[in-house]
C-alpha cells in the first residue's frame, strides 16, 4: 500500500527484465536459479496488483468485469506464446534453442514498464493517501471531464464516503492474521481477504493446466500412447494450450450479462461433468485407441471451458470484494494460493503420477466438485456494483442499517444500483442541466 499499484507494478517489470537477462546469459545453474527468483518476484509483484489496478481505475461498474477480464485474456494467451516459441525451437541443437525463448519474455516486461511508466496510480489510492489533487486529476482524467462535472463529482464522493466508512470503524476493521480464522469486523474484512486466498486456490487445485502442470506431463503420455512421435505430441500440447487462451477471450463480452457467481458456479459443473468422463477413460483397466483418443480430446476441452470460467473471474473477483485499505492484501492472498498450490502442482506431480498413475487425477476432480459449493455460498455477485457498494454488501447487518440511515447510495441485496444509475444517466445525457442522474436509486 504504501508503494501504490503503480510503483509496485513497474518494481515487478524491473525484476523481470533483470532476471531474464540473468538467466539468459547464464553460464552456470546458480545464475539460473539467481534469475529465476528475481523472475519469480517479479511475476509476484505484478500478478497481484494489475487486477486491483485495473478494477480501481474502471470509471464504472459494468467496465471493471470486462476490462480485468480482457487482461487476463492477455496474461494467458503467454501461455501458448511460450509454448509456440518452444516448440519453434525444438529442432535446434544450439544455445540459442533455450536463451532466446528464456530472454523474450523481458520483451514484454519492457512494453509494459514503458507505458506504465506514464501512467497515473489510482484515484482511490491517491484518496486513502491523503493526496486529494491527485485523485481529482486522475478521476477527472478518467471520465474525461471537468472536475465539477456531476459524473466525477458522483464517484469521489463514493470513493471518500467507502474510506470515511473504514476510518470510523478502524479499530473492528483491522486486518490481522487471527480475523482470516475468526472475522468479527464491521466490514467482514477476514471473510473477504479469506475469500481472496481460497478461490484462486481452489482455481489452482482444479486446474489441470497452467504453464508445466500434470495436464503437460500426461497429454505427453496419451498422445504417444496412441502412436503419435514426440513431435507431434509437443504440437499437441501447444495446441492445447491455445484452445485454454482461446476460451479465456469468450469472457469479456459475457462477464456482466451472466455475472461472476453464475459463470464461476455453471463452468464448475461443466468442468466436473467433464473430469469425471475424463477420469474414467483413463481409468479403465485396458485402454483402447478410442478411449486414449477421447481423453485427449476432453482434456482439451476442458482447458477452454477453464480458460472461460475459472481464470478471468477468479482474478478479478479478489481484489473486487477486498476494502479499499486492505485492497493490496487481497489481491496477494490471492496470487500466493495461486502461485502456492501452482508450486506444490508442478513440483509434486511428476512423482505423484510415478507413484500412483492416473489417480492423481482423482484430486483435480474433488476440487471441480467442491468448487460448486464453494461459489454458491461463499462468493456473492458483485457484478454491477461499484466497489464502494461492495464494502455495504459484504457489512454487518447492523452496519448496512447504519449506513443506508446515514444516506449512502450504494444498493445492497439485488445488485442493480449501479446498473439503474447508469440507465438514469444515459437516459439524461440530452438534458444538459438535468438533476436526474443524481437521483438516489
Known amino acids: 500500500m504504501p508503494l501504490g499499484r503503480r510503483n509496485i507494478?513497474?518494481?515487478?517489470?524491473?525484476?523481470?527484465?533483470v532476471g531474464a537477462v540473468i538467466q539468459a546469459s547464464s553460464w552456470s545453474v546458480g545464475q539460473i536459479i539467481a534469475g529465476r527468483i528475481l523472475c519469480g518476484?517479479?511475476?509476484?509483484f505484478i500478478s497481484c496488483t494489475v487486477p486491483t489496478y485495473m478494477a480501481e481505475m474502471s470509471i464504472e461498474a459494468g467496465e471493471r468485469g470486462p476490462e480485468v477480464a480482457f487482461t487476463c485474456a492477455l496474461l494467458i494467451s503467454g501461455i501458448p506464446i511460450a509454448y509456440w516459441i518452444d516448440f519453434g525451437f525444438t529442432r535446434m541443437t544450439n544455445q540459442v534453442s533455450?536463451?532466446?525463448?528464456i530472454a523474450f519474455q523481458a520483451f514484454f516486461?519492457?512494453?509494459s514498464g514503458s507505458v506504465m511508466f506514464f501512467l497515473p496510480d489510482t484515484p482511490r489510492w491517491y484518496y486513502a493517501k491523503g493526496r486529494e489533487a491527485q485523485g481529482d486529476d486522475v478521476l477527472a482524467k478518467l471520465h474525461n471531464k471537468p472536475l465539477d462535472h456531476p459524473d466525477v463529482h458522483r464517484m469521489k464522493q463514493e470513493i471518500m464516503r467507502s474510506i470515511q466508512l473504514e476510518t470510523d470503524a478502524e479499530e473492528s476493521t483491522k486486518f490481522n492474521l487471527w480475523t482470516l480464522f475468526w472475522d468479527n469486523t464491521d466490514l467482514r474484512v477476514g471473510k473477504r481477504i479469506r475469500i481472496s486466498f481460497l478461490v484462486l486456490s481452489i482455481q489452482q487445485m482444479m486446474e489441470v493446466n497452467k504453464g508445466i502442470n500434470l495436464s503437460v506431463y500426461y497429454s505427453a503420455v496419451i498422445f504417444k500412447n496412441v502412436g503419435l512421435s514426440d513431435?507431434?505430441?509437443?504440437l499437441l500440447s501447444a495446441v492445447m494450450n491455445t484452445m485454454f487462451a482461446l476460451g479465456t477471450y469468450l469472457l469479456p463480452a459475457t462477464i456482466e450479462r451472466f455475472g461472476r457467481q453464475s459463470i464461476m458456479f455453471w463452468s464448475a459443473l461443466v468442468l466436473a461433468l467433464l473430469m469425471t468422463v475424463f477420469v474414467a477413460l483413463i481409468g479403465l483397466p485396458k485402454p483402447t485407441l478410442g478411449t486414449q483418443w477421447g481423453a485427449a480430446a476432453i482434456i482439451c476441452v476442458w482447458n477452454m471451458v477453464f480458460g472461460y470460467g475459472w481464470v478471468g473471474v477468479p482474478w478479478l473477483y479478489g481484489p473486487e470484494i477486498a476494502p479499499l485499505q486492505q485492497r493490496h492484501i487481497g489481491g496477494a492472498a490471492g496470487a500466493f494460493g495461486e502461485w502456492l498450490f501452482s508450486f506444490l502442482t508442478v513440483f509434486a506431480g511428476g512423482i505423484a503420477l510415478e507413484a500412483?498413475?492416473?489417480?492423481?487425477?482423482?484430486?483435480m476432480l474433488v476440487f471441480n466438485w467442491l468448487a460448486m459449493p464453494f461459489v454458491w455460498f461463499m462468493c456473492p455477485e458483485t457484478g454491477g456494483k461499484s466497489l464502494e457498494e461492495i464494502d455495504v454488501l459484504f457489512a454487518k447487518d447492523d452496519v448496512k442499517e447504519r449506513i443506508l440511515a446515514s444516506g449512502y447510495e450504494g444498493a445492497i441485496g439485488e445488485g442493480t444500483g449501479t446498473r439503474e444509475r447508469e440507465n438514469k444517466r444515459v437516459g439524461s445525457a440530452e438534458e444538459k442541466n438535468s438533476s436526474v442522474r443524481l437521483e438516489e436509486v
Open 98 to 101: 533455450w536463451r532466446f525463448p
Open 356 to 363: 500412483v498413475g492416473w489417480k492423481i487425477w482423482i484430486w
Open 9 to 17: 507494478i513497474l518494481l515487478g517489470n524491473a525484476f523481470v527484465v
Open 41 to 44: 518476484f517479479g511475476i509476484g
Open 109 to 111: 516486461a519492457m512494453a
Open 231 to 234: 513431435f507431434l505430441a509437443q
